[in-house]
């Protein structure tokens, strides 16, 4: 049974009763379920019956079917309650006046992945936005940081590469849930809408996901499982390259690799002192989509031994110095396009501060460039404690 009770769970079991004739919006994907399987919009719509009047997907679609980056989906309607569905990743990735004019408000059940690249609470924020705009109130339903709310890492993003996978200075592992997220980006980033969050009940800092007791459904594609959450904000950075980060296998950013390869040189290179909570299992692995498809792989299956001690950014960052090192002659950083930005590169976009790509390509010590981003990451853990919902 599950110990952690959702915001959806709460909203669902007292509804408030300010809302009993809105006009109700519901900003949804698969995940949006409750401890017993049961979707957010089922539930709204027995709880507030007429009032659930259009729907709205983040990336990945509705059914959270489309898999890569930049596949848009469009509109259509809900086949269970024939309103409706709005894709906020299609034609438009703001909402407009005519999709927020059928609403009075709207209620965000979103799974977040913890991590500073993920379009969905950059899509939260829009929301938020527009919201202001139009005279809107937001009701966020609070769910579980999946890689815990106390660990925090990893440098804040600079303002000269904002994109829809970074529009804030959050460092990448941001800690906060996306109820916390909301707070962040209301209070300190003058959106200033009518919010409201509703919390958790029994959801404790230091869980990770698998220590609430709730069912893990998938956010997007290729996060399938709770470890795959747990090392993305490290192996998302291989999206920079054309390092395959494991997309097109059954193991998408857990495994990571190239036909050109060497995988004794970059151990030799590291040692495993270097690489706490964390075992690097050499393997082979043909994509069977993406980046090197249907080509064999040499690279690494990542297992984490000891989630308290693994730092899964600086982890990746080790392991990009590295693979740069011994494989300058075929290792390449992505071009652009990547998520809507046509000029900077995806690299950049993805660690949030190109001095960093440069500082790997100068070789310096990743210990080095930690220190570099203490001052801002401080800064920032004393900014998002303000919000923090969960002492």
């Not at 898999?67 to 569905?85: F, G, R, V, W």
């Not at 993003?157 to 997220?181: A, D, Q, W």
């Not at 989630?307 to 740069?324: E, G, I, N, Q």
């Amino acid at each position: 049974m599950a110990t952690v009770q959702t915001g959806l769970e709460k909203f669902i079991s007292q509804p408030p009763r300010s809302l009993s004739k809105d006009r109700l919006g519901l900003l949804c994907n698969p995940a949006s379920v409750d401890s017993r399987f049961r979707h957010a919009r089922e539930l709204m719509h027995h709880v507030f019956p007429g009032r659930l009047t259009s729907l709205f997907s983040p990336q990945h679609g509705f059914f959270a079917e489309k898999q890569d980056n930049m596949i848009e989906s469009n509109d259509t309607a809900d086949p269970l309650l024939k309103i409706p569905a709005f894709s906020l990743y299609g034609k438009t990735r703001i909402p407009t006046k005519d999709m927020f004019d059928l609403i009075d408000t709207l209620v965000i059940d979103l799974q977040d992945a913890g991590t500073r690249v993920y379009t969905f609470i950059y899509t939260m924020s829009y929301c938020l936005e527009t919201a202001k705009k139009f005279g809107k109130k937001v009701i966020v339903l609070d769910r579980p940081n999946p890689v815990n709310g106390i660990s925090v890492e990893g440098n804040c993003l600079k303002n000269e590469l904002t994109s829809f996978v970074g529009r804030y200075p959050l460092p990448m592992r941001h800690g906060l849930t996306i109820g916390e997220l909301a707070l962040l980006f209301n209070n300190n980033f003058n959106i200033g809408c009518e919010l409201e969050v509703i919390p958790m009940e029994g959801w404790k800092r230091w869980m990770y996901f698998q220590d609430t007791g709730l069912p893990w459904i998938p956010p997007s594609p290729n996060l399938p499982t709770p470890v795959s959450a747990l090392v993305y904000p490290g192996q998302v950075l291989w999206e920079g390259t054309n390092i395959s980060e494991g997309r097109g296998t059954t193991l998408p950013f857990e495994l990571f690799g190239a036909p050109f390869l060497d995988t004794r040189q970059i151990i030799s290179k590291l040692g495993e002192r270097n690489l706490p909570g964390l075992v690097l299992r050499p393997c082979v692995f043909e994509p069977t989509s993406n980046k090197w498809q249907g080509i064999p792989c040499h690279g690494f299956q990542i297992h984490v031994t000891d989630p308290s001690t693994y730092k899964p950014y600086a982890t990746t960052l080790k392991l990009l110095r590295a693979v740069y090192m011994h494989h300058r002659n075929r290792f390449e950083w992505k071009a652009p396009p990547y998520e809507y930005e046509w000029e900077k590169q995806p690299i950049d976009l993805l660690i949030g501060d190109k001095t960093l790509r440069l500082r790997i390509e100068a070789s310096d010590s990743i210990d080095d460039i930690e220190k570099s981003w203490r001052k801002d990451l401080d800064e920032y853990i004393a900014m998002s404690r303000k919000v923090h919902l969960y002492k």
